[in-house]
């Protein structure tokens, strides 16, 4: 009974948290301030604390918090759904061999190569980096866990993965796991539920969707004069991350950091239409936000993924347990802060 209390005292405690966050500063902030407001006077009608001036909506008392006015706007996002789209769980993870690291907790390599080990799948299409060009993306598949460790760690560049993919399939591999961004998870996707004039090759194969969080990509060319143009030669870069909003190159036993914003002109210009932050179309996403630093996300979508990541976890490869409340809503912030920026695709530009 009185777990039972304690469990309905922290369901209440956290809408009360979600009220006081989409208040009327927030609803101005992400619609009326970005031009978004539809004049449909949704939110005047439900709270007399508002009323229309000059055709957008204005507060003319003192607002209550209540989140009525974000919730009944037509072009509000507040539901996990809307965000991050459907999911069985949320995780934090890392790899349990100090051989399998990777960009944040090793996680994706590590369950790569349990279901090699495992003999789940034959091929993985990953992305490497090129051995000629420094920090260029290299797609390709692999069939041996060797091959997977040389996939670790992020690239900030598109990569041409689904040409890697078709030869996986054409070379008779008929278990697959696919290792993407958003936009490269949803090609995958779309070849599975609409194969026009794929047929004959997507009937053979089953493919695991593996997808990544991605705020931005960069173009190569761009990244790489930034870099250099900053006095690091490209080939001593160890490892690139994203964090609060910084890129953070390490380098010669260095790390030296920059604001996101200062590569702007060479954001890849699909990006500044994508409202995906989580792969939603994938089987498992995985990312940094949400967890401590050394740490991967995790966010199981269908049955054969939530499977695999428990079977690993139990298996001994990856170290699981369940997302708190408040390190998933970093991930649902970070995944709004996106979704909105469809509004605001000329204010991205700048």
């Known amino acids: 009974m009185v777990q039972a209390m304690k469990g309905g005292f922290k369901r209440i405690e956290k809408k009360l948290k ?90 994706v390599s590590a369950l790569l190569s349990y279901c090699m080990k495992e003999n789940l799948i034959d091929a993985a299409v990953v992305t490497q980096k090129d051995n000629e060009h420094p920090w260029k993306p290299h797609p390709t598949f692999v069939t ?23 030869s996986a399939i054409e070379e008779g591999f008929r278990s697959i796991a696919f290792v993407g961004t958003p936009c490269n998870i949803d090609a995958v996707y779309k070849m599975q539920k609409s194969p026009s004039r794929l047929f004959n090759l997507m009937i053979k194969v089953n493919i695991l969707r593996f997808g990544l969080f991605c705020m931005d990509s960069f173009t190569y060319e761009g990244l790489k004069s930034f870099i250099e143009n900053k006095g690091i030669p490209l080939e001593n870069v160890k490892k690139m991350e994203i964090f609060g909003g910084q890129l953070r190159i390490h380098y010669d036993n260095n790390m030296t950091k920059f604001k996101v914003r200062e590569l702007d002109q060479y954001r890849s210009s699909s990006c500044h239409f994508c409202t995906d932050l989580t792969s939603e179309n994938a089987d498992v996403s995985f990312g940094g936000v949400g967890s401590p630093q050394g740490y991967t996300t995790i966010l199981t979508r269908t049955n054969i993924g939530d499977e695999i990541v428990r079977e690993a976890a139990d298996d001994g490869w990856i170290a699981l347990d369940e997302m708190g409340f408040e390190d998933f809503t970093k991930v649902l912030n970070l995944a709004r802060i996106k979704k909105i920026h469809l509004y605001t695709v000329a204010r991205r530009k700048e």
Do not use: W
């Open 144 to 166: 041996k866990i060797p091959q997977v460790k040389k996939a670790s760690g992020s690239i900030y560049c598109h990569s041409h993965t689904i040409p890697a993919l078709v």
């Open 18 to 107: 979600e009220r006081a966050s989409f208040n009327f500063a927030q609803l101005k902030t992400d619609i009326v301030d970005t031009g978004v407001c539809t004049q449909c006077g949704a939110c005047v009608a439900f709270c007399e604390k508002i009323a229309m001036e000059n055709g957008v909506p204005v507060l003319i008392g003192n607002c209550e918090s209540c989140g009525v006015c974000y919730a009944q706007c037509p072009r509000t996002i507040i539901t996990e759904e809307g965000l991050i789209g459907n999911y069985l769980a949320a995780y934090t993870a890392q790899s349990k061999f100090k051989t399998i690291k990777g960009q944040d907790g090793g996680v």
